[in-house]
């Protein structure tokens, strides 16, 4: 059965009216008419098997008949990814990737390195939409334009630990350069930040700057970690570190 993600609320016998394009998806590619079900869902009450009963033009109402699932209590520890945009096709894998491996929040930070400064947020929401209707996610990420990376940290919930991911010691002159300032590895960090909530930070292509890294080891709640010993891409960084976390301190236990 097909699986949409509809904005209307989800009563039963209550019809809504579809958008253009959902409704062009299930009339003209799926071939469904007036009394074939979907499935759908809006992030707020639950999954229902929903009939077609209208179908006008470009136009379809579906009626919900029966709750498939209900929505769940928020489970486990909220997860937050703070990213700096990288090439277009890598930025869309980022936010399709945190949306299947569980972030609610999903914030774009431009750093002092970030080269990609624009941000289509509408893309974006599209890409977590199809990503959550195919991964059978009752909520959807909620994305928030990007912000620099103060004003992304400030807006963070407080309690919330970061996860700053660093591929650090390239500075041997640096208080947190060479072997002394090494980020510890990133298991041995998050043993102690179970059952908190958490953002994991990844930088652009080029890293931080000396400046940020300064910044951010002076923060409070910064917990700066290592992925191992070779340098990730950013999009590789993000993956591992979300399914780290989620194995870890998520909802995978
Ligand atoms: N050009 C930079 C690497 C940037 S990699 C350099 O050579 O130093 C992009 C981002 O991925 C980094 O900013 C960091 O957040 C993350 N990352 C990549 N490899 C990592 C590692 N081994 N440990 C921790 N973070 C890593």
């Avoid at 299930?26 to 071939?31: G, H, I, K, N, Y």
Wanted: hydrophobic share 40%; aromatic share 6%.
């Amino acid at each position: 059965m097909p699986r949409l993600f509809v904005n209307s609320d989800l009563v039963a016998g209550t019809p809504f009216e579809l958008d253009e394009e959902q409704a062009k998806y299930l009339t003209r590619v799926m071939r469904l008419g007036v009394g074939d079900a979907a499935r759908v869902f809006n992030g707020r009450d639950g999954e229902w098997r929903a009939e077609i009963s209208a179908v006008a033009g470009r136009r379809a109402e579906m009626t919900p008949a029966e709750q498939l699932r209900q929505q769940p209590a928020q489970g486990g520890a909220p997860l937050t990814l703070l990213f700096a945009p990288v090439k277009k096709s890598e930025t869309d894998f980022i936010v399709e990737k945190a949306t299947e491996l569980g972030a609610g929040f999903i914030q774009p930070v431009i750093t002092e390195r970030t080269q990609s400064r624009t941000v289509r947020l509408d893309r974006f929401e599209k890409i977590a939409l199809e990503a959550s209707e195919q991964t059978e996610r009752l909520d959807i990420p909620l994305l928030a334009d990007a912000l620099g990376l103060d004003a992304a940290l400030e807006s963070l919930p407080e309690g919330t630990a970061l996860i700053f991911c660093d591929e650090a010691g390239d500075e041997a002159d640096a208080p947190w350069g060479g072997q002394s300032g090494r980020a510890q590895p990133m298991a041995q960090v998050l043993e102690g930040l179970k059952g908190q909530a958490a953002a994991i930070l990844i930088g652009p292509e080029g890293g931080f700057s000396p400046a940020e890294r300064g910044f951010l080891r002076a923060r409070e709640g910064t917990h700066p970690v290592s992925l191992g010993p070779r340098i990730l891409r950013a999009e590789t960084a993000a993956v591992a570190a979300m399914t780290l976390w989620q194995a870890m301190c998520g909802d995978w236990g």
